[in-house]
């Protein structure tokens, strides 16, 4: 267990909708990752956050946003859902928000949209 | 330029084998290259990590060896044991601006046969 909490496990909705999901970091962890896998994309980055703040961002379409609450939890919002946006969502965490940081990766999310 | 480039797609091995998984870069302003390794319905794990400044890396039977003017680095799991069975992704960071940004390979499936 990695000490990173995600929610909910599945997720299976409709195109067109909106849905959000969410993380809680490992406690004392500043910095929270947000990260999509498919088969044919592999895991991909999607935005960094730390302590409130963007700190880095992928290739995160306009349709997706997230963002960090003051109690560290972060919240991935997706909406017009299409098809393609099927995937594992994952969420990691790190103490810093600097590259050799350990991340540490939740459960994820698998999201199913029909 | 952004491309981690992971070889081969799955492996087979047997019990008490060596595995060998090869990853190849382009962006020469990467400076940080995990492992990680991630088993059915878990999320991935940070296994072994290495900076270009040393061309190898051992912890317990893992072992990365990182060539910096090939721009390529490999990871080798000595004795391989069929609990090592799970699929190994290489990552890379370019510090920076980049923060914690993981630039992922497509990943390999290892399966040991006991």
């Known amino acids: 267990d990695s000490g990173v909490t995600q929610t909910p496990k599945h997720l299976i909705t409709a195109t067109g909708q909106r849905v959000t999901l969410r993380c809680s970091p490992r406690?004392?962890?500043?910095?929270v990752y947000w990260y999509q896998q498919s088969l044919d994309q592999g895991l991909q980055f999607l935005i960094q956050y730390y302590n409130g703040e963007e700190r880095a961002k992928g290739n995160i379409l306009e349709r997706f946003s997230a963002q960090q609450f003051p109690d560290l939890h972060s919240e991935l919002n997706l909406s017009s859902l299409e098809l393609g946006d099927s995937a594992l969502y994952f969420c990691?965490?790190?103490?810093?928000?600097?590259?050799?940081?350990?991340?540490?990766f939740g459960p994820g999310t698998r999201l199913t949209v029909l | 330029q952004q491309q981690v480039k992971q070889s081969p797609q799955s492996l087979i091995v047997q019990k008490g084998g060596i595995s060998i998984i090869n990853c190849a870069y382009e962006?020469?302003?990467?400076?940080?290259f995990p492992w990680y390794q991630q088993f059915p319905g878990k999320g991935p794990a940070l296994l072994i990590a290495i900076r270009p400044d040393v061309s190898e890396k051992k912890e317990g039977r893992f072992t990365i060896s990182f060539n910096k003017s090939a721009k390529q680095f490999s990871l080798h799991i000595m004795d391989s044991q069929p609990g090592d069975s799970a699929t190994y992704f290489c990552a890379a960071n370019a510090g920076g601006t980049s923060y914690g940004k993981l630039t992922f390979g497509q990943g390999t499936i290892l399966t040991v046969h006991p």
């Open positions: 990691a965490s790190s103490a810093g928000g600097r590259a050799g940081d350990t991340q540490y």
């Open positions: 962006n020469t302003a990467f400076d940080y």
């Open positions: 406690s004392g962890d500043l910095s």
